[in-house]
């Protein structure tokens, strides 16, 4: 496996128009030139040279609202899908998926000495910290709001969280 330096995301839903090189509009949908697909999915560039895409990690069934590094190669996503996940850049696969949150996920952090911590703030007035050579959580924060973002100290030993209540905690 070869190793494409990362160094750009592109996170979201990918619009693929004109499918057929007629340039004539058609009424018709089934022989539109106009036709639009919708993935929901991260896209990965390699932006030195000729920006191109290398990658496409497919597995979120909704909008994937949050991306962040994670461990040399890999991914860590929050999903509208209610789940947080984490993927192997180079290869394009899921390696983890948490699924404990009951409304979109907004947020997702790592820590970034410890591969061992990952947390994730919800529309569930939850924070949920993960085990993630597992796929269960270790512990879960309730908050009287939505989280709208997590985010772990410098040292990993401490987890602050921020929702609509405009409260850091």
């Known amino acids: ?45 390699n932006v030195l040279g000729e920006n191109e895409n290398y ?35 180079n290869r394009g696969n899921r390696i983890r998926k948490f699924t404990e949150h009951t409304a979109i996920v907004n947020t997702c952090a790592a820590a970034r000495d410890n591969e061992l911590r990952i947390a994730s703030g919800s529309d569930d007035c939850t924070a949920i910290l993960w085990d993630p050579r597992t796929k269960n959580s270790i512990d879960t924060i ?19 969280t921020a929702g609509i209540d405009n409260i850091i905690r």
């Open 55 to 89: 990658n496409v990690l497919r597995g979120h069934k909704n909008a994937v609202i949050q991306v962040q590094w994670y461990a040399a190669g890999s991914i860590l996503s929050a999903s509208a899908d209610k789940t947080v996940a984490i993927w192997d850049a």
């Open 1 to 45: 496996v070869q190793f494409i330096p990362l160094t750009l995301i592109q996170v979201g839903i990918i619009f693929v128009h004109r499918l057929w090189t007629d340039k004539s509009v058609s009424t018709n949908k089934a022989h539109s030139p106009f036709t639009i697909l919708t993935l929901f999915a991260i896209v990965l560039w």
């Open 142 to 160: 309730y908050h009287d709001y939505q989280l709208c973002s997590v985010t772990f100290s410098h040292d990993g030993n401490f987890l602050f």
